[in-house]
């Protein structure tokens, strides 16, 4: 087995060792917003969730969905969390299949900060759309990840079709 290094990736986790605890959580500030915009990157929310662009994205289209409370421990959130999570999941697929078209998606959550989570104490899932082909030398060879389109544009776009497929 061949092994890709991301030395990228570390150094933005890394990043948080040094902020303080008391830190305004991104994921809070996000499930409390009235409007939608490109400084919070909102695209949708629920009863229970939030959906927002991920500012460090790995591809273009790269959502997070959050519990709208701060809690990190998968075992304490509360069932209607939980599925409401998992509905906005398969949203998320809805949406970004008819935007993008990816071969495939990596979903996930980063449990803990030993397991990658850059915000431990607010859990949140990741959605990323995939295309055959879409690992390349460039990161690798100069530690840049080339994302194919404005994460603003993308914002409007994926919330535009949220707010379609909900009519």
Wanted: overall charge negative; hydrophobic content about 40%.
């Amino acid at each position: 087995m061949e092994h890709l290094w991301s030395p990228w990736r570390s150094k933005y986790i890394s990043s948080f060792k040094d902020k303080k605890e008391d830190v305004t959580c991104f994921l809070c500030e996000a499930a409390k917003c009235t409007d939608f915009n490109n400084e919070n990157l909102v695209v949708y929310k629920s009863d229970y969730s939030v959906v927002l662009m991920n500012r460090y994205p790995y591809n273009s289209g790269h959502l997070l969905i959050a519990p709208n409370i701060h809690i990190g421990d998968i075992l304490k959130l509360g069932t209607n969390y939980l599925l409401d999570i998992n509905v906005l999941i398969q949203k998320s697929i809805i949406v970004l299949n008819n935007l993008y078209h990816p071969h495939g998606y990596n979903i996930g959550a980063n449990l803990g900060r030993a397991a990658g989570a850059g915000v431990p104490d607010h859990l949140h899932f990741h959605v990323v759309p995939r295309w055959n082909g879409d690992t390349n030398f460039v990161p690798v060879l100069s530690e840049v990840k080339i994302i194919s389109e404005y994460i603003e544009e993308a914002r409007e776009r994926i919330e535009f079709e949220f707010k379609r497929i909900a009519n």
